[in-house]
């Protein structure tokens, strides 16, 4: 095959469409070993602070390889998706969300596809990154492109699922590390994808399997996860009705024992964690089991508000009187991420209840002061993401003459060192 | 404390209620080192038979502790409960069951405090080592010996929860390598339990809590594991209807990816797991989803039994006409125990079914006979238990003229190497 042997010698192009948090770190790594990338988006000012060499969101390590990449010109962004006659390669790395029907909305990833078959794609490989349920690639997007260009995959142009399974805040050095599982819809395929990912590292392990097992394992990794950290809530809650330390507990089940690996409780999200598994659910035996995990994660910025609730009634206090601040609002510690956020949810829950917000996360917003100045003349506190940089709040309290209650839903505390009413998720009293 | 100073010195008495597969690994153990041990149990076949120097089970390990126990004289086994009287600490290892309302049945454990009760308990240590559901120790088993006894624990006698987490078939070996975790009604009760486990090990690792947290930290142990295995369960159902390889998938999922350790789908079952669930979920929030696990793991062998079924349709039979051997008995590989066992369920269904079925386990019944008879005549064989002794089972049916069905609820084959139709549950066409 020419393809192949122009991906080993380095003589081709590299399109990513969609340059989010997944394909701008991704297209980024490829130019930064020195692969010519294109990066497609239909947001120009991402484009804009893309090619003034400026990473639009944090990402450990990404603007570092923007600064080099910015002096090879290895990596162009665009939205003139006619420059997709000049790739050789491309990587759907678009969002799947659901719809509000809880349904996966392709419309990015078929978007992508129709732009793409506007140009010959005869002897191109197209890989698709982005989450789908089991089965989308072989019976829908491969049919999809038959009919579109009347080519064949697997031997007019090439066709296969690599789907992303890196973690927000680790993109860059799992990108490389992490093994690849791809699922190609022939053996050849496969071989095309698996050599252009050896441009990231040469080394990196591969995994030949069917497309639907490769859709299939992202979404079980994921799923996995979602269900572990329900059951994590699960025990937060138990050990909160019994008057005990879900923490405490959990870390001593853990130790020295290897049966047990349970994660801690917390609050529960994200982008790819709250709807995998209803990329799973359709048309599946059981489906309750894992929408249970669902619901139990989702209950839990709720169940933290109302033991806020519980709290103030004993001053005589209801939250339409009270000043709340929320600290953190990323879905996890050390990004700025906010997408589908457990934090965001609480935020969304206050202001329903009316009550006063102020928010502070130096992730999501650099430039919004100071702890001291946020939590100075409030009812509340609620530490709802566990950035590091939240570790001075008691420092910060103990210079204040007010005495908020603070919720803390990742335990960052032990409560001692905290002057006032400490609560935390997870634990009685 | 003269008990502490006595059990430092060995100059004391352990007595062990209930001597089955919990307390009888446990005084065995005790009793090698050289500790006084008198085990207690209304059997009178199993007494029979340890005082014989005979394990009355399979356990790696525990015949070769009873022969040397056996000559040092330092283990007895007795139904008669007036021995109790010599007895400086008594642990209660006896069974808790669930009754047939799921309720956790503690009658074993009051007709053991009753017997305890009859005689003299001052300066006594009491060690629950029994499962019991979240404050029991403290609000059930203290007050009823208090009331028994008008003595006060942790002042006049002592009383710690310390659960057993030691799995099947690696008693002997956990007993002595893993934490303990005691939960003692006051400090010195938890000290002196410690200095009782520490005659085991004397560099064991110790963590000290509260009774109802010691309880906890049990059945999360046992629910994570649970739950983990209704999920790899799940996801065989889902890959199954996907026509691929739950397997194979997750194999592939879990190498070099440290967010994934998902187990592998089997027969999921046994005296603790089945039952512990229920130990949490009264007065829970969120029970559904332990309950679902629980639903989802007792549905795996009708669901095999249904694979069959298809399978015997497409040759024009129905089970009724069949005879089935079910390979194994235990609910997991390489013991004896059939509690709760799953491939005793499945027997159950098939019998049920008016099924002509023949089973062979080489740990339950070590005289059945041999793979080769079992199986020489049946129209299809269920691999229930992952005995490595199964692993011929190719070999012997390349030796025989008939070609059974064979169902692998294990996956213990690939399949190739087996003649005839083989079907795996968590794999699809």
Redesign the interface.
Known sequence: MELLHNIIENKFTLGVIGIGRVGLPFGVSFAQKGVNVVGFDINEEIIRKVNSGQAPFFEVGLQDYMNEVSRTKKFTATNDHSLLQNVDVVIITVGTPLNTHMVPDYSQLFSALDKIVQYPISNKLIIIRSTSS??TLESIVKPYIERKTNLKAGEDFFLAACPE?I?GGKCIEELH???E?IGGISENCSRLTAEVFRKLNPNK?I?F??P??AE??KL??N???Y??F??AN??G???E?????AH???K??N???N????PLPGLTGGPCLSKDGYF?TQ????P???H??S??NE?IPHHVISKLKKELAKENKTLVQCKVAVLGLAYKSGIDDTRLSPAVKLVDVLNGERCEVVTYDPYVNPSSGSLNDVVKDVDAIIIATNHPEFKILPTVLNGMTSNPIVIDCWRMFDGKELKGKYIAFGKGK
């Open positions: 089991p089965g399974r973690a590390g992490l093994p599982i392990k995994f399997t069917t639907k097992s299939l394992a079980f990794a799923v996995y996860r269900v572990n329900a059951l699960e025990f809650l138990i050990a009705e019994h008057g005990e330390d405490e507990i959990i001593i089940v130790e020295d024992y049966r047990g690996k349970i799973l048309h599946m035996p059981f309750e089991f894992i249970m995990a619901q139990l209950n």
